[in-house]
Nanobody, 120 residues
Framework: VQLQASGGGLVQAGGSLRLSCAASGRSFSVMGWFRQAPGKEREFVAFITRISSTGYSDSVKGRFTISRDNAKNTIYLQMNSLKPEDTAVYYC?????????????????WGQGTQVTVSS
């Protein structure tokens, strides 16, 4: 199984970015986005199941939207109203099943990460 994350970049505060994560090797059940800022632990951002149940961290709720394209085995993270505190490396993860999709330990496979930098 391989996950390929893309779409990161440098954007001004208030701007938008769209991240993508393409999975190859198997169809996903639960996929999620996590992020890690320098000196901090990896934190949950959003998850989506194959039947499109979703969940968000309080810090991004209302600003970020996770979606998926099952035919392409790809998930997306639309990030709007970005803030400097959103700056981090964003990772996508996948697991066949979990009852705790907000926990990074629940995910079996990870992408390489994509850098998001929001300038003030």
């Amino acid at each position: 199984v391989q996950l390929q994350a893309s779409g990161g970049g440098l954007v001004q505060a208030g701007g938008s970015l769209r991240l993508s994560c393409a999975a190859s090797g198997r169809s996903f059940s639960v996929m999620g986005w996590f992020r890690q800022a320098p000196g901090k632990e990896r934190e949950f951002v959003a998850f989506i199941t194959r039947i499109s149940s979703t969940g968000y961290s309080d810090s991004v709720k209302g600003r970020f939207t996770i979606s998926r394209d099952n035919a392409k085995n790809t998930i997306y993270l639309q990030m709007n109203s970005l803030k400097p505190e959103d700056t981090a490396v964003y990772y996508c993860g996948m697991t066949p099943y979990t009852s705790q999709p907000t926990k990074s330990q629940s995910y079996d496979y990870w992408g390489q990460g994509t850098q998001v930098t929001v300038s003030s």
